[in-house]
T-cell receptor, first 113, second 115 residues
Framework: SQKIEQNSEALNIQEGKTATLTCNYT??????LQWYRQDPGRGPVFLLL?????KEKRKERLKVTFDTTLKQSLFHITASQPADSATYLC????????????FGRGTSLIVHP | DAGVIQSPRHEVTEMGQEVTLRCKPI?????LFWYRQTMMRGLELLIY????????DSGMPEDRFSAKMPNASFSTLKIQPSEPRDSAVYFC?????????????FGQGTRLTVV
C-alpha cells in the first residue's frame, strides 16, 4: 500500500542550528512533492515545491532535496529561529492525470532559544 | 484578497444533527479541495472540485457526507446525520490550475465537535 512517512516524534534543536526533516514514501511515483508549514489552529501554508526531475530547491533559509531512488525528501531550515517552530507537512502528487496531493502526518519542529 | 474563507470556525453539535460547513475560495482559483484532519489519520482529502465539477470524491467517508459547489465562489460540505467520529478539523483549500504543481491555499479550518 502507498505510504508517506514523516517522523512522528518532535524534532528539538537549538536556535541557529540547521533543522532537517525527512519525508519517506513507498509505492509512489510522485511527480511533485511539496512542503507545508502548519501552526496550531491554522491551515497549512505552502513553502516549497520540487519536481521529480529536480534534485534540490532553495528559498531563503529553506532547502528541499528529492531523491526518487531513495524515495525520500529532506527539508532543511538553516540558521533556525524560534519562530520556525511549527509542524511541517510533506505532500506528494502522483501526476499522470491525478495530481491530487496526499499529505504525510507531519513532524513538529521546536527551536529553542 | 482575504484568502480562503471558511465558516464557522467552530461547530459543536449533537449526534444525529445535520452540519454544514462553508467555504469561499480565492477569487480566480478553479480548483477546490476539502480535507479533514485528525490526530490519528492526519490530513485526508475528502473531495476535489475543478471548475465547480466534482472530480474525485473517493475520500468521502460514506453517504452521510456530501459536498456541493454551486458556483466558483462557494462550496459546502454537509454531514447528515453527524456522528462523534466525524469530530475533526475540516479544511478547504483552493488553487489555480488543474494540477498540484502550484501551491494550495488553505483556509483556517472548521473545528467540528460532535457530542
Amino acid at each position: 500500500s502507498q505510504k508517506i512517512e514523516q517522523n512522528s516524534e518532535a524534532l528539538n534543536i537549538q536556535e541557529g542550528k540547521t533543522a532537517t526533516l525527512t519525508c519517506n514514501y513507498t509505492n509512489y511515483s510522485p511527480a511533485y512533492l511539496q512542503w507545508y508549514r502548519q501552526d496550531p489552529g491554522r491551515g497549512p501554508v505552502f513553502l516549497l515545491l520540487i519536481r521529480e526531475n529536480e534534485k534540490e530547491k532553495r528559498k531563503e533559509r529553506l532547502k528541499v532535496t528529492f531523491d526518487t531512488t531513495l524515495k525520500q525528501s529532506l527539508f532543511h531550515i538553516t540558521a533556525s529561529q524560534p519562530a520556525d517552530s511549527a509542524t511541517y507537512l510533506c505532500a506528494l502528487s502522483v501526476g499522470g492525470g491525478s495530481y491530487i496531493p496526499t499529505f504525510g502526518r507531519g513532524t513538529s519542529l521546536i527551536v529553542h532559544p | 484578497d482575504a484568502g480562503v474563507i471558511q465558516s464557522p470556525r467552530h461547530e459543536v453539535t449533537e449526534m444525529g444533527q445535520e452540519v454544514t460547513l462553508r467555504c469561499k475560495p480565492i477569487s480566480g482559483h478553479n480548483s477546490l479541495f476539502w480535507y479533514r484532519q485528525t490526530m490519528m489519520r492526519g490530513l485526508e482529502l475528502l473531495i476535489y472540485f475543478n471548475n465547480n465539477v466534482p472530480i474525485d470524491d473517493s475520500g468521502m467517508p460514506e453517504d452521510r457526507f456530501s459536498a456541493k459547489m454551486p458556483n466558483a465562489s462557494f462550496s459546502t460540505l454537509k454531514i447528515q446525520p453527524s456522528e462523534p467520529r466525524d469530530s475533526a478539523v475540516y479544511f478547504c483549500a483552493s488553487s489555480f490550475g488543474t494540477t498540484m504543481n502550484t501551491e494550495a491555499f488553505f483556509g483556517q479550518g472548521t473545528r467540528l465537535t460532535v457530542v
